[in-house]
């Protein structure tokens, strides 16, 4: 079966200092895979997606990047966190040839507070 | 305006009750989704409709296209449906999903 995993679930973390949050996919191959972030009050914003290793698509100008160094891997890093980088992260994949409104599958998220 | 609306924002119950959730949007699209949120923040798709109606258990979802409107109906409803149902439409225009800022559900013994 498909499953993604991703982590940190909770993560706190100063200002200015690195990020990397991690997300693996198991049970298919070459899924698109996604971040997302969710503020509260606001819906879910795409970050980037992904359709192949190293093909990265950022949908909005931040502070934050994304690599995929693996097929099922993808990572969501910064070099200088700031406090407006606080929210829950999301990553989660979808099964290519399925069509384009197939399941997303999400992770558990990752609660990101900077301080 | 959000372009994906969602109401109520909160909603209460008691168990047993029959819940609606609605979700409006104001752009053309190819198809909708219907998201439920757990309380540890994992999503868990739940519906995707071009037209019509799907069931699936206690949960039916609905939608009318020329409305541009679709409801998520909770029948019999259980402590264990307390979540966010979040709605999420794929727009024609740029092919991207837009979320709604998601409906709290909380249904009391």
């Known amino acids: 079966s498909q499953t993604i995993h991703q982590w940190p679930a909770t993560l706190v973390q100063p200002v200015g200092s690195p990020l990397s949050l991690e997300c693996t996919v198991e049970g298919t191959s070459n899924p698109n895979l996604y971040w997302y972030r969710q503020a509260a009050g606001r819906g879910l914003q795409l970050l980037f997606y992904?359709?192949?290793?190293?093909?990265i698509s950022s949908e909005v100008p931040q502070n934050l990047s994304a690599s995929r160094p693996q097929d099922r891997q993808f990572i969501l890093s910064s070099k200088k966190l700031l406090l407006s980088d606080s929210g829950f992260y999301l990553c989660?994949?979808?099964?290519?040839?399925?069509?384009?409104?197939?399941?997303?599958?999400f992770g558990n998220g990752t609660r990101l507070t900077v301080t | 305006k959000n372009e994906v609306e969602q109401s109520p924002q909160n909603l209460t119950a008691q168990e047993g009750e029959f819940i609606t959730i609605n979700c409006s949007y104001s752009?053309?699209?190819?198809?909708l989704h219907w998201l439920q949120q757990h309380p540890g923040g994992g999503i868990v798709s739940l519906f995707m409709?071009?037209?019509g109606k799907k069931k699936h258990g206690r949960l039916i979802a609905t939608i009318n296209i020329q409305e541009k409107h679709s409801s998520l109906h909770i029948t019999a409803s259980h402590p264990r449906d307390s979540a966010v149902y979040i709605c999420?439409?794929?727009?024609?225009?740029?092919?991207?999903?837009?979320f709604g800022t998601g409906t709290r559900l909380q249904v009391f013994p």
């Open positions: 989660a994949f979808r099964v290519k040839g399925l069509g384009r409104n197939s399941p997303l599958h």
């Open positions: 752009v053309g699209i190819s198809a």
């Open positions: 409709l071009s037209s």
């Open positions: 999420a439409v794929r727009s024609i225009s740029t092919d991207k999903l837009i």
């Open positions: 992904s359709v192949g290793i190293g093909q």
